[in-house]
């Protein structure tokens, strides 16, 4: 399967429309990743905060804070083509994988997690390699799973 790497900065409106354009009526899941606020959850979240990800079964895009805008990387299976939604794509020849990984539970003695729960107590996670000339250079989360 043929994969798509974009790169842009949006503002938080352009990015909450990627998300209404790309997932429509399917899933959203988010990670915020401040250092003092990780956690994953089901939806997209009221503050974006400085970092995360938002992701589904048709693509993820991983935004961090950089003044007025967000630095985005977006993946995805499907090719943009001519939107309103200004990204460029990532040089590459990306072929995708799908993966599931699981999750270490979070009352392991030796994880200390910011959240008490994965979302819909998650077992595992379902995900993409993206490979560029065979080497994998990045996973796309598409979902938890059971």
């Given at each position: 399967m043929r994969g798509f790497v974009y790169k842009g900065c949006l503002d938080e409106a352009k990015?909450?429309?990627?998300?209404?354009?790309?997932m429509g009526d399917s899933p959203v899941f988010h990670?915020?990743?401040d250092l003092d606020d990780y956690r994953p959850g089901i939806?997209?979240?009221d503050d974006l905060k400085r970092k995360g990800r938002l992701?589904?079964?048709?693509?993820e895009?991983?935004?961090e804070r950089a003044g007025e805008v967000f630095e985005c990387l977006m993946l995805t299976e499907q090719e943009l083509g001519h939107t309103h939604i200004p990204m460029v794509p990532v040089p590459g020849d990306w072929?995708?994988?799908d993966a599931q990984h699981i999750l270490i539970p979070v009352s392991t003695p030796?994880?200390?997690p910011l959240f008490r729960e994965y979302p819909h107590q998650a077992g595992s996670v379902s995900v993409r390699f993206y490979r560029d000339r065979?080497?994998?250079v990045f996973t796309r989360m598409r979902r938890f799973e059971p």
């Open positions: 990015i909450r429309e990627w998300v209404r354009q790309l990670i915020v990743e939806g997209v979240p992701f589904g079964a048709e693509g895009i991983r935004y072929e995708v994988e030796h994880v200390n065979g080497m994998a």
